[in-house]
């Protein structure tokens, strides 16, 4: 695992400056060195430091999103990556998930020991600085992620562990984000703590708990992973995957029959009318318009999902009556008119479809259609790969995989 000192090193880079004496110029550069370990002890450098776990964070999402989005249909394949065509046929090998595993990994890591570190610099300002609340989500998303998308896990070179070590450790994190956004007032980070928690709260079948929290984020809240076009790591791939290129496409989903605001996209023509095809040359691209520019976010959490966990513990309560209501609710969010069922399959049928709507390309609908097939509630994923198995690095590096 990369230590947090790598991590933390790549924002530093050394000036070059050029002097003028006699008209000669003198371009001899100092390497000012490696940054010390120690330099970042100190309380100047908190900024920086959850600043890069909010970018390990984004780095691990952005990269991952055009793969787990053709293996939850999504999205289809219609470019020239190989690895990305395995996903969108539904198998998910260890040799074709070292980078995503590595970054998934590293975002927790970076966050979980940086705060350690923070402990130690702020000292008794550690609970009053508002940016220890932000490096306790950064951290519990980053293990909700991870709890969502792989298969088993491994802590730092330790043993197997089932997935759902991550969204015990989530809730642990989201616990103490609460905690101190309410002592420190934020109600922001409140709201994002409440909801990462409620998420890994019904993940851990703790659907009373969930309901509570998510009962209390406003409906129109949403949280953030930020991306930027400061650098090429900074933006976010699937946007440059359908922007620059054309490797995934709309095409041949269900959201092409069923249109949808929230799933917005294009057909794209070419100059004499006909359908563009992708960098596959043979399938139509239509390009997803939920992401139009690099730096464009993507949503951690949002209020009209809060609804969608309520419904869906109504609906497991088989109270299809307050599921109905609290699902137009969050449809009226975005507009949307009000649908109408009256059995608990129907229900079913609807939140299922509106949760892949209300969190299309946010890097979510594998675990969902995952832990429905596990109910029994979709088969979708029948005979396909439903998570990131551990990766062939991790495996050939972690004795205790042996």
Excluded at 53 to 82: C, K, P, W
Excluded at 120 to 140: D, M
Excluded at 162 to 168: D, I, L, T
Aim: hydrophobic letters at 45%; glycine letters at 8%; aromatic letters at 8%.
């Amino acid at each position: 695992m990369p230590t947090l000192l790598t991590k933390t090193r790549r924002a530093i880079s050394a000036a070059v400056g050029a002097s003028l004496v006699l008209g000669a110029c003198d371009f001899t550069v100092t390497n000012p060195g490696p940054l010390l370990d120690d330099d970042l002890n100190n309380a100047s450098a908190m900024p920086a430091l959850v600043n890069g776990m909010g970018g390990d964070l984004s780095n691990a999402i952005g990269n991952y999103l055009t793969r787990g989005s053709l293996a939850a249909f999504e999205v289809q394949h219609s470019g020239n990556f190989a690895a990305e065509r395995q996903f969108a046929t539904g198998v998910i090998r260890p040799e074709d998930v070292n980078g995503d595993w590595a970054r998934m990994h590293t975002a927790r890591w970076v966050a979980e020991n940086g705060l350690v570190r923070m402990r130690t610099v702020l000292g008794t300002g550690f609970e009053t600085n508002p940016l220890t609340i932000r490096a306790y989500l950064y951290a519990g998303f980053a293990n909700r992620f991870l709890g969502e998308n792989v298969c088993e896990t491994t802590i730092d070179g330790g043993p197997k562990l089932p997935s759902s070590e991550h969204f015990v450790r989530a809730e642990s994190l989201f616990t103490r984000a609460i905690t101190l956004a309410r002592a420190q007032n934020n109600t922001a980070l409140l709201n994002a703590g409440l909801s990462g928690r409620a998420q890994v709260l019904a993940w851990q079948n703790k659907w009373d708990a969930a309901v509570a929290d998510a009962a209390l984020v406003p409906a129109t809240f949403r949280h953030n992973a930020v991306f930027s076009t400061n650098t090429a790591r900074e933006n976010l791939d699937l946007a440059n995957q359908t922007i620059n290129r054309r490797e995934v496409t709309v095409f041949n989903t269900v959201w092409v029959a069923d249109r949808d605001p929230r799933v917005p996209y294009d057909t794209v023509r070419t100059a004499t009318g006909g359908f563009q095809t992708g960098q596959d040359g043979a399938t139509r691209f239509f390009r997803q318009r939920k992401y139009i520019a690099l730096g464009d976010p993507v949503a951690l959490a949002r209020g009209t999902e809060m609804l969608l966990i309520r419904a869906e513990a109504a609906l497991r309560a088989n109270d299809v009556t307050n599921a109905m209501l609290l699902i137009n609710q969050a449809r009226a969010v975005s507009t949307l008119p009000a649908l109408t069922a009256t059995t608990v399959d129907a229900g079913w049928t609807i939140l299922m479809r509106e949760r892949g709507a209300v969190l299309w390309l946010e890097g979510r609908r594998l675990w969902d259609l995952r832990r429905w097939l596990a109910t029994g509630r979709n088969t979708a994923l029948q005979g396909r790969s439903t998570c990131v198995p551990i990766s062939l690095e991790e495996i050939g590096a972690n004795t205790n995989l042996k």
